[in-house]
């Protein structure tokens, strides 16, 4: 039996954040591959035609609804449970969550197709802004510390963010929420393991309205960078967005 | 009928070969003039206007700079163009009339597109009409009616009506009122509705959901659920959502009532049962 993200061998139990059990199988002939997924009641079952075909399971960002074709936002908005004080023009290194869901891709070579998403989370949306002109972004509670090794935890579903959060002002500023574009950042996950992490987003508080998000670049050492769907690909990759506070 | 040699002779002596290569310089120079500004005006305004207003522009202003070099070699030839513009006055007056519907939906298209209260792919409702928005064109606005209808508005209708546009802004609010039975227990129902709502995946976080008691009715105790969702999903969504809430004070044993009214009759009402009527016949 398989275990955590990578390929699938012939068969995975995934138990998800809310202790639901999912049940992958692959069933392998000369030029098919059986796929069928169990998640409570639910069974479904596809056909995959080709020779040598692989499947892999890897994290994809829990934007996409009912399935992996529709992209419902680009944005996740990190509520976080205890906000975080920072002094006038210092920084402050932490780490916290973002959802992901696993994304089942199949390839016999080079190209990789998405072929099914298992939910790990339950999807909540939020309007950020207001009702005139905001938008909707992918809602996550989560836990903000400065320590790494708290989110360890091996259980799919979340992947680890570094967060550099940095106060260019001459005053204390509070941050409980964060709003990211996932178009933006990259993914990767550790093999035969439920770890994932992404790339380092720097929050930069630059007015008291407005504070600046940088998305660094990645390289997954000792990792496996995850593919995206097609749809959340963008033509042109921005490094940077920018957030209205007071919401 | 025949032209004698000397009324021949009197018009060729009227025309002066000076005159004519003099206009037709002027009209070939009008034809240019117009062609440059025709690209002109079409460039310019493609940047920030739809390609059939811009196109429409650009042929207006070619045949008004036509005209007008026309008129101007007319004059140069020694032609009196006064009767001609007389003409072309009453005539316009006459077109202008015959042609007012069409204009007015023109200019009303072209205020639309300025104002912009919609875009095509929008969910709209005008004139108590409600559909996707295909087209926006010169003329008309053509609507997809939910149904699969499609519905052609004159720009002059929609240009003078209240227009709701469903899908202007990201999110919208749904409302329902749910009545339950007064025996029932108000806040076992806040909590099963709360929990509805706060698992569909498509109910916003922000702005919060809001369940109250709205009012204390004749014969119910009527909560209402307001929630904010995408708006491109608001139909799928009040279908799906108060199906569930509605299955979910049922699960819970909450009665949802028919409206009741009690009756007290002022003298004692004697009932006959029809044992007791056979007996009292006999």
């Given at each position: 039996m398989s275990k955590g993200y990578g390929e699938l061998k012939d068969k995975i139990e995934?138990?998800?954040?809310?202790q639901q059990k999912t049940v992958i199988t692959i069933a392998k002939n000369n030029n098919k591959v059986i796929y069928t997924r169990k998640t409570g009641n639910m069974e479904i079952?596809?056909?995959?035609?080709?020779?040598?075909?692989?499947?892999?399971?890897?994290?994809?960002?829990?934007?996409?609804?009912?399935?992996?074709?529709?992209?419902?936002?680009?944005?996740?908005?990190i509520k976080l449970r205890s906000?975080?004080?920072?002094?006038?023009?210092?920084?402050?290194?932490?780490?916290?969550?973002?959802?992901?869901?696993?994304?089942?891709t199949v390839s016999n070579g080079e190209k990789q197709y998405f072929i099914d998403l298992v939910f790990c989370n339950n999807m909540k949306l939020a309007l950020y802004g207001s009702v005139n002109e905001g938008i909707i972004a992918r809602y996550h509670e989560a836990n903000i510390t400065t320590n790494k090794n708290v989110?360890?935890?091996n259980k799919p579903g979340l992947s680890i963010v570094e967060l550099g959060l940095s106060n260019r002002l001459n005053e204390w500023v509070t941050i409980s929420k964060i709003l990211v574009n996932v178009n933006a950042m990259k993914l990767c996950y550790k093999p035969s393991t439920w770890q994932a992490y992404t790339s380092k987003i720097v929050f930069t508080a630059i007015t008291r309205l407005t504070a600046n998000i940088a998305y660094h670049s990645i390289s997954c050492v000792n990792a496996v960078e995850a593919l995206k769907p097609h749809t959340a690909k963008l033509p042109v990759i921005k490094h940077k967005t920018s957030m209205p506070w007071g919401y | 009928m025949t032209l004698n040699q000397s009324t021949l002779n009197t018009l060729l002596s009227r025309i002066n070969l000076e005159q004519i290569a003099v206009a037709t310089i002027v009209f070939a120079v009008g034809l240019l003039v117009g062609y440059l500004l025709r690209i002109l005006v079409h460039r310019t305004t493609i940047r920030f206007m739809p390609t059939y207003i811009s196109s429409l522009l650009a042929k207006a202003t070619y045949y008004v700079i036509v005209v007008i070099f026309a008129?101007?070699?007319l004059g140069i030839m020694g032609i009196n163009v006064s009767g001609l513009i007389l003409a072309g006055g009453i005539l316009g007056i006459i077109l202008g009339f015959a042609l007012q519907s069409i204009v007015s939906n023109l200019v009303s298209g072209i205020f639309l597109y300025w104002e912009r209260p919609f875009k095509p792919g929008d969910i709209v409702e005008i004139e108590g009409m409600a559909g996707t928005v295909v087209d926006i064109n010169i003329?008309?606005?053509?609507?997809?009616?939910?149904?699969?209808?499609m519905i052609r508005i004159p720009n002059e209708k929609v240009f003078t009506s209240t227009i709701k546009n469903i899908t202007a802004k990201p999110v919208r609010r749904l409302e329902f009122t749910l009545g339950i039975?007064?025996?029932e227990d108000a806040e076992k129902a806040y909590n099963v509705l709360r929990e509805v709502v706060e698992k569909h995946p498509l109910v916003l976080v922000e702005p919060p959901p809001e369940i109250y008691v709205e009012e204390l009715a004749d014969s119910s105790v009527n909560i209402k659920v307001r929630v904010w969702v995408p708006v491109r999903e608001w139909m799928n969504v009040r279908k799906e959502l108060l199906w569930k809430l509605k299955k979910a004070l049922s699960n819970a044993g909450i009665e949802i009532p028919f409206p009741q009214r009690d009756i007290w009759l002022r003298s004692p009402v004697k009932v006959i049962l029809s044992k007791d009527r056979d007996q009292e016949e006999s």
């Amino acid at each position: 039996m398989s275990k955590g993200y990578g390929e699938l061998k012939d068969k995975i139990e995934i138990t998800t954040q809310q202790q639901q059990k999912t049940v992958i199988t692959i069933a392998k002939n000369n030029n098919k591959v059986i796929y069928t997924r169990k998640t409570g009641n639910m069974e479904i079952h596809r056909i995959i035609g080709g020779k040598d075909i692989k499947v892999t399971l890897q994290p994809v960002f829990s934007v996409f609804y009912p399935d992996i074709s529709k992209q419902y936002t680009e944005y996740i908005l990190i509520k976080l449970r205890s906000p975080i004080d920072i002094a006038p023009q210092e920084t402050l290194k932490a780490y916290t969550t973002m959802p992901v869901d696993i994304g089942v891709t199949v390839s016999n070579g080079e190209k990789q197709y998405f072929i099914d998403l298992v939910f790990c989370n339950n999807m909540k949306l939020a309007l950020y802004g207001s009702v005139n002109e905001g938008i909707i972004a992918r809602y996550h509670e989560a836990n903000i510390t400065t320590n790494k090794n708290v989110y360890e935890a091996n259980k799919p579903g979340l992947s680890i963010v570094e967060l550099g959060l940095s106060n260019r002002l001459n005053e204390w500023v509070t941050i409980s929420k964060i709003l990211v574009n996932v178009n933006a950042m990259k993914l990767c996950y550790k093999p035969s393991t439920w770890q994932a992490y992404t790339s380092k987003i720097v929050f930069t508080a630059i007015t008291r309205l407005t504070a600046n998000i940088a998305y660094h670049s990645i390289s997954c050492v000792n990792a496996v960078e995850a593919l995206k769907p097609h749809t959340a690909k963008l033509p042109v990759i921005k490094h940077k967005t920018s957030m209205p506070w007071g919401y | 009928m025949t032209l004698n040699q000397s009324t021949l002779n009197t018009l060729l002596s009227r025309i002066n070969l000076e005159q004519i290569a003099v206009a037709t310089i002027v009209f070939a120079v009008g034809l240019l003039v117009g062609y440059l500004l025709r690209i002109l005006v079409h460039r310019t305004t493609i940047r920030f206007m739809p390609t059939y207003i811009s196109s429409l522009l650009a042929k207006a202003t070619y045949y008004v700079i036509v005209v007008i070099f026309a008129i101007m070699a007319l004059g140069i030839m020694g032609i009196n163009v006064s009767g001609l513009i007389l003409a072309g006055g009453i005539l316009g007056i006459i077109l202008g009339f015959a042609l007012q519907s069409i204009v007015s939906n023109l200019v009303s298209g072209i205020f639309l597109y300025w104002e912009r209260p919609f875009k095509p792919g929008d969910i709209v409702e005008i004139e108590g009409m409600a559909g996707t928005v295909v087209d926006i064109n010169i003329m008309s606005t053509r609507i997809l009616g939910f149904d699969g209808i499609m519905i052609r508005i004159p720009n002059e209708k929609v240009f003078t009506s209240t227009i709701k546009n469903i899908t202007a802004k990201p999110v919208r609010r749904l409302e329902f009122t749910l009545g339950i039975a007064y025996k029932e227990d108000a806040e076992k129902a806040y909590n099963v509705l709360r929990e509805v709502v706060e698992k569909h995946p498509l109910v916003l976080v922000e702005p919060p959901p809001e369940i109250y008691v709205e009012e204390l009715a004749d014969s119910s105790v009527n909560i209402k659920v307001r929630v904010w969702v995408p708006v491109r999903e608001w139909m799928n969504v009040r279908k799906e959502l108060l199906w569930k809430l509605k299955k979910a004070l049922s699960n819970a044993g909450i009665e949802i009532p028919f409206p009741q009214r009690d009756i007290w009759l002022r003298s004692p009402v004697k009932v006959i049962l029809s044992k007791d009527r056979d007996q009292e016949e006999s």
